[in-house]
């Protein structure tokens, strides 16, 4: 199983550290490789993501400008949902 975080003009170095460690604390409870890619925008204060992993796996979503969006934890609750499977 293997996990990357890409983070592409996205500010604090920091911060990237800590939004990576959530997203990897969230996919090390899934098998398979998994690889998340967030986009920031040089344009202006929105981003996407994009999960992509096993099976085909396939999600993105916009990450809007609004304060507390870029947060750790508010991107572990993101990725969590988008990877759950509906029962």
Do not use: Y
């Not at 990237?16 to 090390?28: D, F, H, N, P, Q």
């Not at 096993?54 to 993105?60: D, L, Q």
């Not at 750790?72 to 993101?78: H, M, N, S």
């Amino acid at each position: 199983m293997a996990i990357s975080v890409e983070m592409h003009n996205t500010a604090d170095p920091a911060l990237r550290a800590k939004v990576a460690t959530a997203i990897e604390r969230v996919l090390s409870q899934r098998s398979g490789d998994w690889r998340v890619v967030i986009l920031g925008s040089q344009a202006n204060d929105q981003g996407e993501m994009k999960i992509t992993g096993p099976n085909a796996f396939e999600r993105a979503c916009t990450l809007e400008g609004t304060p507390g969006q870029r947060e750790p934890q508010v991107i572990r609750g993101i990725v969590a949902r988008m990877v759950s499977v509906p029962r």
